[in-house]
Structures are given as C-alpha cells and as structure tokens.
C-alpha cells in the first residue's frame, strides 16, 4: 500500500516538466495579481518577470511567498529581456496600456501594436519555441502583429500562439450563474470569436439554458462586461484581477497539457481553419491543448436564429482587425 504510493508519487514527480514561465509586462495592473497566481502554481517552476518599470521590485515580494519555484526580475535592457525569455515554455504579454471611459479596444492600436509587434520579436530571437499568450488589447490585432513577426523571423507555429479569452467565458458562466441562481462552476458557456464588443459571441443555446441566447440584455454584458470594468474604474484602467485569474487559468491549462493531461480545453483566440475560407485567419473557440500547444480546434458546433445574426456580425469586425494587425507589421516592420 505504502509502496504503491510512493511509486504513485515519483510517478507523478517524473511525469511533471520542469516550467519557466515568463510574464512581459509583469509591474502592470495585470501583471502583478498574475505573476501572485503564477508564484502559486506548483507547476511553474521557474517565473521570469518582465517590464519597463519596477520588475525586480515586484520580483522581490513575490520570491517570498512560500512556493518551490524560484522568481527573477530583469531590467529594462534588451538584454534583460532576452535572460528573462530564454528557456521559457510560456510566455504572457500582458504589456500594454488599458482602455479609458468612452475607448474601444481598438483605441489602444496605435499605442499596443508597436508594443506587441517589439516584444514578438525578442520571444522570436529568445524563446522561438515558447508557448505564447497574447493579453494586451486588442486581442484581435494583437496576435495576428505576432504571427507575421514570427512569419517574418522564420519561426511561426500556428500551434503555440494563443489570444487570452478566458476571460470572456469566465464573465459568461458568472453573469448566467447570478440569473440563474447556480453555481458558475456548472455554467460552461461557449463563447466564440474574437475579444471586442459584437466580436464576442457567447452561445448560450448550446448551455443547459438555451433560453438565454434570446436574452439580449445578457448577450450584450458578456460582449461589453470589458465597458463595464472600465466604467466603474473612472479612467484608471480596465479589468485586473478577473484578467489575472483568466491568464492564470490558461497558463494552468497549458501546463497540464504540456504534463500529459488529457481532454484539457480552453477557448481561445488561434490561427484556425473554422473561417479561413471567409478570409478570416484567426477565431475563438474551443481547443483542445496538448503537449505542442494545440491539439484539436474544436467546431463552434449548432447555433440558434440569434446566433447565427451575432456569429455574422462578429466576423465582418473581426476581419477588419485582423487585416489591420497585419498591414501594421507590413508597414511598419521596426528594427
Ligand atoms: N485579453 C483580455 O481579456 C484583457 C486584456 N487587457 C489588456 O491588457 C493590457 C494591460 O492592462 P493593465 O495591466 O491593466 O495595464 P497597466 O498599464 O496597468 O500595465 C501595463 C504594464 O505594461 C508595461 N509595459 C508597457 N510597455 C512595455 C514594454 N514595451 N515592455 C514591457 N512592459 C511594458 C507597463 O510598464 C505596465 O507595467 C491592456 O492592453 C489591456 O487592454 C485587459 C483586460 C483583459
Ligand atoms: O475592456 C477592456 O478594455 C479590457 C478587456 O479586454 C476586458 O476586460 O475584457
């Protein structure tokens, strides 16, 4: 008995990799509560953070939360960047300025794109083979800017780069849970395409509460529960803590992916095949991880009348912010 779970034990020991994690952008509103919940997963083995301002501060309170895994702060050099990025499995960029009252997401472009399109290139030279999570707005721009760095540096692999939407089912399945008097826990709501206002699109009719896809009140707080964050915020930026639970929750999902879990999904915002003949490259929904990042990209599967008028909807924005994050890289290659 004793035996059996000893060999249990360094069974399950073995089956772990070793992880360093990286987070860019780790000083941040984000960035902090993210590198907190990062510092508490037994998984992560080594957390490298990174900013232009305050990293090895926040490295140094983090270290001394009483987990195995050591915390490393780097300066704001290139190549402080570079130490920080080499050897991780997993990079979070969470780099970026939020949204104020009265911004879309696509109000940060101008600022974002050229943050993002910097850090991609460092994650190319340093960490080519990095899982990478892209959680700087706005999403739908934002990984299409890092798959065409990664096209240009001869390394992409539409397999480990992941636009973070977590958060969206995460609002999803707690929205319906307070309509509904449940347990969020049991609400798993889909939600699909991209990370902006109607490019949101929850599918509530594949939940066990079909009736709620005709809930327009609904439908529209998941697609701009974003605005509401932002609002009672008063101009200091957006979502933190719920966005550090979802990043956490995606890191976790892909690390017990890379440690041989199976069945292990997230939704998330990849390069896949669902739209691809509508000129859209990238889309939301659900996927299976794996070892390699991507498993399977999983259908959106049967839709309702009211869906079907929110996926259209969503796909001519999403074309257009797509198109955008690629003409950027295009014009703008940097240096
Ligand atoms: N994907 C999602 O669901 C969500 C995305 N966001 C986005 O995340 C981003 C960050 O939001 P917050 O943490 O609230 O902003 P913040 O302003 O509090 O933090 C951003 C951090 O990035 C750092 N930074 C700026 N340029 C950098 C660079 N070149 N290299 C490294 N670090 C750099 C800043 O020094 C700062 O510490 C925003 O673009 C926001 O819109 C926010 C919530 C949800
Ligand atoms: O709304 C924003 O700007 C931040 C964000 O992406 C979210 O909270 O979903």
Redesign the pocket.
Known sequence: MLASSIQRRAFSASARNLSKVAV????????QPLSLLLKMNTRVTDLAL?????APGVAADVSHINTKSTVKGYE?TPSG?ASCLKGSDIVLI??????KPGMT?DD?FNT?AS?VR??AKAVAESAPKAKVL????P?NSTVPICAEVFKAKGVYNPKTLF??????VVRASRFVSEIKGTDPKDEEITVVGG?SGVTIVPLFSQSKHPDLSANADLVKRVQFG?DEVVQAKDGA????LS?AM?GARMADSLLRAADGEKGVTEPTFVDSPLYKDQGIDFFSSLVELGPNGVEKILPIGKVDANEEKLVAACLGDLKKNIEKGVAFVAQNPGN
């Open positions: 860019l952008g780790a000083a941040g509103g984000i960035g990174y900013d232009i301002r305050l704001p960047l969470p780099a970026g300025v939020p949204r997401r940060l974002n943050i910097d850090l892209v959680i700087a707005n999403v636009g973070v939407t977590t958060l969206d990370h974003g930026g957006s979502a933190t966005m979802a």
